[in-house]
């Protein structure tokens, strides 16, 4: 197995430090992934952080709909382990409330809390907790007056929004601040965080508000985060999704490690499949990663493992992969670097690349 430098390719924008909870974003701090809990009981969003701890996410954000949620922040800490980030829309009291009661991070909508007295009253309590405001400028919440001016909700409102906002809690005394400036539209967001960036030094939080489920949704938040991390934009990612939140962060991750931006120890290619093939690529994939992650296998150095569907793909086109497989009718064959090493059947063909993996 060829030792592989894991290389950070990206010039990535220095911002500011900010500490949430036991983590730190900005500055060079690794660009870290997030999720929202999608659960509305306090048992059942408990279950749901600690599913995300087990699968690495490493910020929680939950909704606090009422003074039930924010006094069972405290609850919720007690039983986890990652930051916890109170989301709050319209009453003010909800997020000190939520402050009072332990929360890692405010995440407010200046937009909608309720005017500068009332954002005057979270910032007040923030500083005096030391912790960290989100302020979370969308663009279905921006004021009237910018509606007015621009027409519609473009990258040239939501950034003189976020100036604003950002310039009155500075003048309050502030500056534990995180910012995102989310469109449900990826182009607009990718310009607003484009022009945002090069005015402020605060951390930015990235993210396609709204983004939708499935396919579209991937590929929106895909194209929007990614983009903008390329450019060296973010330091910290939510794929927002019409889906579970285990499913956001795993993308999260994805499209981080496709940028070289986290490293990753185990990168499973395959062909897309045609005519020839003649095995489940799809199918085998999953079985493999399903069992990387049972014996929690983790590699001294980077591999890469090819998936295969017939000989034209594999082992030739794969011959850089340090493992792989390639299927037949009823067997395959396993390959290293290009050579054969064991011809199988195809019932068989995982659980022999796991044992010739675990070798090295």
């Not at 290389?7 to 990535?12: E, F, M, P, T, Y």
């Not at 699968?55 to 382990?81: G, H, L, Q, W």
């Not at 009237?144 to 003048?171: F, M, N, Q």
Request: proline share 3%.
């Amino acid at each position: 197995m060829k030792n592989q430098a894991y290389k950070v390719l990206i010039n990535r924008r220095i911002t500011k430090e900010v500490k949430i909870g036991n983590t730190l974003i900005g500055d060079k701090n690794p660009i870290l992934v997030q999720s929202m809990t999608k659960s509305n009981s306090i048992s059942a969003i408990i279950k749901e952080i600690n599913i995300l701890e087990s699968i690495k996410c490493e910020i929680i954000r939950i909704a606090v709909p009422d003074f039930k949620t924010a006094r069972a922040i405290k609850k919720i800490k007690k039983e986890t382990s990652i930051p916890v980030v109170a989301d709050i829309h319209f009453n003010y009291r909800l997020a000190i409330e939520s402050i009072e009661n332990g929360a890692d991070k405010i995440r407010i909508n200046p937009g909608n809390i309720g005017g500068k007295e009332k954002v005057k009253a979270v910032v007040n309590c923030a500083n005096e907790h030391k912790i960290p405001i989100r302020v979370g400028i969308n663009s279905g919440s921006l004021e009237k007056h910018l509606l007015t001016k621009y027409g519609s909700p473009v990258a040239d409102a939501l950034v003189e929004s976020a100036e604003i906002w950002v310039k009155t809690i500075e003048d309050m005394g502030f500056d534990k601040i995180v910012l995102s400036i989310k469109s449900s539209d990826t182009l607009e967001t990718i310009m607003a965080y484009r022009k945002i960036s090069s005015r402020i030094d605060y951390p930015l939080h990235l993210g396609i508000t709204a983004a939708s489920g499935g396919d579209i949704g991937i590929v929106r938040s895909s194209v929007g985060i990614g983009t903008l991390l390329a450019e060296g934009i973010g330091d910290t990612i939510r794929v927002s999704l019409t889906g579970t939140s285990v499913e956001e962060v795993k993308i999260g991750y994805e499209i981080l490690k496709t940028l070289s931006l986290r490293e990753n120890n185990i990168q499973i290619v395959a062909c897309p499949t045609c005519g020839r093939c003649q095995i489940d690529v799809l199918k085998l994939i999953k079985r493999i990663e399903k069992e990387l992650n049972k014996i929690s296998y983790k590699p001294k150095s980077a591999i890469k493992i090819a998936v295969m569907g017939c000989v034209v793909n594999g082992p030739g086109e794969a011959k850089d992969a340090d493992f792989g497989i390639t299927g037949g009718k009823g067997e395959g064959i396993i390959f290293k670097k290009g050579k054969i090493v064991k011809k199988v059947l195809e019932k068989n063909i995982v659980s022999v690349l796991m044992e010739e993996i675990c070798k090295e």
